[in-house]
């Protein structure tokens, strides 16, 4: 069974610093769709990476595929206050035609 | 132009009582899901249906009833509810292209069981 884990749970860091989310799945797969979710609001699509090395970057996030490894890592660069989110990871369960996502990162960015 | 729309945004009832979601998209997808998301925001999916056919049913509670009338709808029936099944439902779309393509959430109903 295909089991999606992210670390670190929380995360608060300052403005114009820089870090990095992991997701770590536990079956092969070669899809992974990262999403932001804001409090008390739906998840939004933010990446998804289709094979391996896949990078996208969308101005201070980048993430990125190693399908070898089964890890995907979210880089938040210069961080800033609008990037306070909770971000999950999931996974496309091949064959069960389902995502599994991860617990989710809550990330707050403090001025 | 709302893509993924449900309906009620909150849902405040007694336990025992019977309750519906309703969900709607018009982004012409196929495949349409049911996630339950709890108070440590844990999420997870629990059904699927691709052209009103249910495709996903994970170890759910057989008080909660899906029914789909058409590919652009997905609505969730409860019945006799209980205090654990407060938490947020999401419902999401999206097209049917060899594998799963990404998922469109609608806002979510946070239903609450006194």
């Known amino acids: 069974e295909l089991k999606v884990e992210q670390n670190p749970l929380f995360l608060s860091m300052q403005e114009g610093k820089n870090y990095t989310i992991y997701c770590n799945y536990s079956?092969?797969?070669?899809?992974l769709y990262w999403y932001r979710q804001d409090p008390g609001k739906s998840l939004e699509s933010l990446f998804v990476l289709l094979s391996n090395g896949a990078v996208k970057q969308e101005g201070r996030l980048m993430a990125s595929l190693d399908t070898k490894a089964r890890l995907s890592t979210l880089h938040i660069t210069a961080a800033v206050h609008d990037l306070s989110a909770t971000y999950f990871c999931a996974v496309d369960s091949q064959g069960a035609q389902k995502l599994v996502f991860g617990q989710g990162t809550r990330l707050t960015i403090n001025p | 132009d709302t893509a993924v729309s449900q309906t009620p945004k909150y849902l405040v009832t007694q336990m025992g009582n019977d309750k519906s979601i309703k969900c709607e998209q018009n982004l012409g997808h196929d495949t349409m899901y049911w996630y339950k998301q709890d108070s440590k925001k844990f999420l997870k999916i629990m059904f699927s249906?691709?052209?009103?056919?249910?495709?996903i049913n994970e170890t759910v509670p057989n008080r909660f009833s899906p029914k789909s009338p058409d590919k652009a709808h997905l609505n969730l029936h409860i019945n006799s509810l209980e205090l654990g099944d407060s938490a947020v439902y999401f419902c999401?779309?999206?097209?049917?292209?060899?594998?799963?393509?990404?998922?469109?959430f609608g806002p979510g109903t946070r239903l609450t069981v006194l």
């Open positions: 249906y691709n052209n009103k056919e249910l495709i």
């Open positions: 079956t092969t797969s070669d899809r």
């Open positions: 999401a779309s999206s097209r049917t292209s060899g594998g799963i393509d990404t998922q469109y």
